[in-house]
């Protein structure tokens, strides 16, 4: 009943926090949202029981990828940013409906008890190694290849948004009369 509760609790806050990200005007109140997003999603993998994904969702979202946001919003000058209405919220208001739809899946999943493993392999080899090393076992055998293009294309996207930010902080500053 307890893990019922909390996985609730971090799923609203969750939704609610990511409602915040895409209505809130202001950029550092959108970071934030998205930081709250972040640890309630960790809070939803840890109430699960897969401590390291959580704990691998706190390390690399929750920190690296919010201190690369404030990067990016002390490198861009948000006055001339904000003028433009660059936010998509129409789009994000509109895919609401999607998000909750896809929480509703999940709180029915959760309620049913409906396994990855019917069989519970995963749940046989967790117990007799734990978590961690079923996670790595499988992630550097079975995708290990998957694993290194997602490492490749997020590098790529490290990049690109650097140097988007870069020729947005050029174009900001031939704009001044």
Do not use: C
Not at 25 to 33: A, F, G, M, R, T
């Amino acid at each position: 009943m307890i893990q019922w509760l909390a996985f609730l609790l971090f799923s609203l806050l969750a939704v609610l926090s990511a409602l915040g990200v895409v209505v809130l005007p202001n950029p550092v109140y959108v970071i934030l949202s998205l930081l709250s997003s972040l640890i309630a999603i960790a809070g939803i993998f840890f109430v699960a029981g897969a401590e390291l994904v959580g704990a691998i969702q706190l390390l690399i979202y929750a920190v690296a990828v919010t201190v690369f946001y404030v990067f990016v919003l002390t490198a861009v000058p948000w006055e001339k940013a904000l003028k433009k209405d660059s936010h998509y919220r129409v789009e994000g208001v509109l895919s609401f409906p999607l998000l909750l739809l896809m929480y509703l899946e999940i709180l029915v999943v959760f309620s049913l008890g409906i396994s990855a493993s019917p069989k519970g392999q995963i749940w046989e080899l967790s117990k007799k190694f734990g978590n961690t090393e079923v996670i790595g076992s499988i992630l550097f055998s079975k995708y290990f290849l998957v694993f290194e293009l997602v490492s490749l294309v997020l590098l790529i996207g490290m990049i690109g948004a650097v140097i988007i930010g870069r020729k947005e902080a050029q174009t900001y500053d031939s704009d001044t009369p």
